[in-house]
């Protein structure tokens, strides 16, 4: 939808402050989540026939934490939106964060990361056109490994869809 500012870069928005106040309130996901679906319907609605939608999922400790996961619940306002099944399909194996981390130490980090949930049998997703919903992308490497992950569970296609990208510059850890 946009570009997303990190607070150290001096750059006031209204996309980057309300994606920082989806983080701690829920509530935001309804607005940001209805403007990310007409953008969609505009703009790629190819992606509309997806077969479900998904959300990068939070480790058990960040969900306790925060008591919501920013992601599944704009994929619970996208999938109304677009008439999209949301089905939580991944889960994350371990607390790592990404935030501060270097380029290189990221893309190791992300590998083996992310993994079907065990209630989901894998036939469920085989031939699936599935969208893949995350609030900011900063490096790819989770979106990527996300995708992977589902794509060796035998989707056909991953689509990822983010309210914004972290703008150039804005990730110094490189």
Do not use: W
């Not at 994929?75 to 994350?92: Q, S």
């Amino acid at each position: 939808m946009g570009v997303y500012y990190p607070r150290r870069l001096k750059t006031v928005d209204l996309l980057s402050n309300h994606i920082l106040e989806l983080k701690k309130d829920k509530r935001y996901a309804k607005p940001l989540g209805v403007a990310l679906s007409i953008i969609i319907k505009r703009k790629y609605p190819e992606v509309c026939n997806a077969d479900l939608l998904t959300a990068v999922p939070m480790s058990t400790e960040e969900y306790a934490k925060r008591g919501f996961n920013q992601a599944l619940e704009l994929a619970n306002v996208i999938g109304r939106e677009l008439n999209i099944k949301v089905e939580h399909v991944l889960y994350k194996t371990s607390n790592i964060k990404m935030k501060y981390k270097k380029y290189e130490e990221r893309k190791r980090l992300v590998r083996g990361l992310y993994q079907i949930l065990h209630k989901v049998h894998r036939y469920y997703l085989y031939g699936k056109h599935i969208l893949l919903v995350d609030d900011i992308v900063t490096s790819g490497f989770t979106v990527s490994e996300c995708s992977k992950v589902l794509k060796d569970a035998g989707a056909k296609r991953v689509d990822v869809i983010a309210l914004a990208r972290t703008a150039l510059g804005g990730y110094k850890y490189a």
